[in-house]
């Protein structure tokens, strides 16, 4: 079954700080993951975008990285801020068919002064 | 940066009644998803459209949802009859021709059955 499993469910740290988000999945065929940012209320805005060939990618403070071995994913935030508060949420896209993007849970971030 | 633009942001709309939901995709996108996403769970998975018609469905897309492209620029997702459980942010995302684009969304519209 195709599912996609992000920890932990909420994270709160203060600003200035990192922090790790996990992401596991069994999605197969794979063709790529995605992390999205999705403020309360909005819609999810993609980070970044990784294809099988790739093992990390950057986007200014953020980092994703992926293990296509182990189908795990981590999202990495340098220097945390207050913006950062949100959902992450982790998306994997198979290779057959149009519904092809996987949803995971998601992180709920609170970053606190 | 282009982007997906959905109207209205927030409806209301008694139980029963009809709502259309609208979006307008990137220009030069070739396929048309509605996600739902009920307060608190994941986003899921309802449509998606490509060349005129519905390509793929879930389960939660019977036969009170609708979509359309009545033109070259709007996609449409169509209630009939709304029901309590309909209450959820609706997403529309369009990509273009491969699967390893992305896939942008639009910020949603707040649907809230009373």
């Known amino acids: 079954k195709n599912q996609v499993e992000q920890s932990p469910q909420s994270l709160i740290i203060l600003e200035g700080k990192n922090c790790t988000l996990q992401c596991n999945y069994t999605v197969s065929p794979f063709s790529n993951l995605r992390w999205y940012k999705q403020d309360t209320g909005r819609g999810p805005v993609s980070l970044t975008i990784?294809?099988?060939?790739?093992n990390t990618k950057s986007n200014g403070r953020y980092t994703a990285t992926l293990d296509a071995d182990t189908k795990q994913s981590s999202l990495h935030i340098t220097a945390s801020q207050l913006s950062d508060s949100a959902s992450y949420i982790c998306?994997?896209?198979?290779?057959?068919?149009?519904?092809?993007?996987?949803f995971g849970t998601g992180t709920r971030l609170t970053v606190i002064p | 940066e282009p982007e997906v633009t959905q109207t209205p942001s927030h409806q209301v709309t008694q139980m029963g009644q009809e709502v259309i939901l609208r979006c307008v995709p990137i220009?030069?996108?070739?396929?048309f998803y509605w996600y739902r996403q009920i307060l608190g769970q994941k986003v899921e998975f309802l449509v998606s459209?490509?060349?005129?018609?519905?390509?793929?469905k879930s389960e939660i897309f019977d036969d009170q949802f609708s979509v359309e492209r009545p033109d070259g620029s709007n996609f449409t997702l169509k209630i009939r009859s709304t029901k309590l459980e309909d209450s959820a942010m609706y997403f529309c995302?369009?990509?273009?021709?491969?699967?390893?684009?992305?896939?942008?969304f639009g910020s949603g519209t707040r649907l809230t059955v009373v």
């Open positions: 990784m294809t099988f060939s790739e």
């Open positions: 995302a369009s990509r273009g021709d491969s699967i390893n684009y992305g896939y942008t």
């Open positions: 220009s030069n996108h070739l396929y």
């Open positions: 998306v994997v896209s198979g290779r057959t068919g149009a519904n092809n993007l996987f």
């Open positions: 459209f490509y060349n005129n018609e519905i390509s793929e």
